[in-house]
């Protein structure tokens, strides 16, 4: 979190405990209950359409719960998606008999036509549900959701994207999307407060999820779990309004333009493969490479961050992946590289 949030929490924070079973409801619940308008305006939806969570992971678990699936109805999703996701889409198998069907993802993407074709082809009479992630957790790759959009609401299949790593880094509306349902968090892109997030459920699906996490306000959510973190919950309005003066349209430049620059630097580099589309309609600030066998991507990475370069392991291949963010430099990218140097 940025010290503008880290501020605005700590004082949130004094407030609300120097006389809690006032504040909580009171001026401080009403500047929570703002933080879904803002949330809203962020992502181009109505308050109404909002629910105020902890993570992008309780989101989605929280739709999985209230899905009415019937056995051998089909969730399509890819195998890119983060566990935090796919827990909720397990649930339903274990519970519903519902059968989850994976699509394998290219390494990298060509282009948006390919990735659509590809679920185009997966979708089956039984598919009720389709998942997947609006920026890959593996790769950074950008789903066409809107072409796919055009594939599923004919057919009256509910949409549900994992939005973990778009807010903060990609402009994002729900509208053209075509999503149903958005679920994601505060910390990660946003550089809010750990613990917050949000999900967002098309008003003309609420009554196929469950009414009673979306009528009302965030009372209707917090009545079955418990009292919220105002806090923290101002806390995602500040990094919301700190996006906005910043310009989403400037931070998305950055983060892409830092990254294009990054793997264009990886490239250069003998024992490793781009794996993260070049695309402009995929590519992100997020840039992964695969290394060559016989090199470990574990030591590379535990090696970088004893020098302070803070990098992602992807466990599933002997890959890392690299995030740039509007606060990190050509210089950091530099030195990433010098450091990498030295280990390959």
């Not at 299949?157 to 053209?176: F, R, S």
């Not at 994601?184 to 459920?201: A, D, N």
């Not at 418990?226 to 003066?245: K, M, P």
């Not at 990098?311 to 590289?337: G, W």
Request: charged share 25%.
């Amino acid at each position: 979190a940025t010290r503008q949030v880290v501020d605005q929490v700590s004082t949130a924070m004094h407030e609300l405990e120097s006389n809690p079973v006032v504040n909580n409801w009171g001026g401080l619940g009403n500047r929570m209950e703002a933080v879904r308008s803002k949330v809203a305006d962020f992502i181009g939806a109505t308050k109404e359409e909002i629910i105020l969570t902890r993570n992008t992971t309780e989101g989605i678990n929280l739709v999985g719960s209230c899905l009415d699936l019937q056995p051998g109805d089909e969730i399509l999703t890819t195998d890119h998606e983060h566990g935090g996701g796919e827990n909720g889409l397990f649930y339903l198998t274990e519970t519903k008999g519902a059968i989850v069907k994976k699509v394998e993802m290219p390494l990298p993407a060509e282009s948006p036509e390919q990735i659509v074709e590809l679920i185009k082809n997966a979708i089956g009479e039984r598919t009720k549900v389709v998942m997947l992630s609006h920026v890959s957790t593996i790769t950074g790759m950008r789903m066409p959701f809107a072409a796919i959009a055009a594939l599923t609401r004919p057919k009256n299949i509910l949409l549900i994207a994992d939005g973990a790593q778009a807010p903060g880094q990609i402009k994002v509306d729900v509208e053209q999307l075509g999503v149903d349902l958005y679920a994601s968090s505060g910390h990660k892109w946003l550089m809010g407060p750990k613990e917050t997030g949000f999900l967002y459920i098309r008003k003309a699906v609420q009554e196929r999820i469950q009414p009673v996490f979306t009528r009302g306000s965030y009372n209707a959510y917090s009545a079955a779990s418990g009292t919220r973190n105002v806090a923290t919950i101002i806390g995602l309005g500040e990094s919301l309004d700190l996006q906005q003066t910043i310009g989403l349209e400037k931070i998305e430049e950055r983060c892409r333009s830092l990254a294009g620059y990054c793997a264009e630097r990886l490239q250069e580099k003998k024992g490793l493969r781009l794996i993260s589309s070049t695309h402009p309609a995929l590519n992100t600030g997020i840039v992964s490479v695969l290394l060559d066998e016989g090199i470990s991507n574990r030591t590379i990475f535990e090696k970088m961050r004893e020098q302070n370069v803070i990098i992602k392991l992807l466990p599933k291949y002997n890959a890392l992946r690299f995030s740039l963010h509007l606060f990190n430099t050509k210089e950091d990218v530099n030195k990433m590289m010098e450091v990498l140097e030295e280990l390959m």
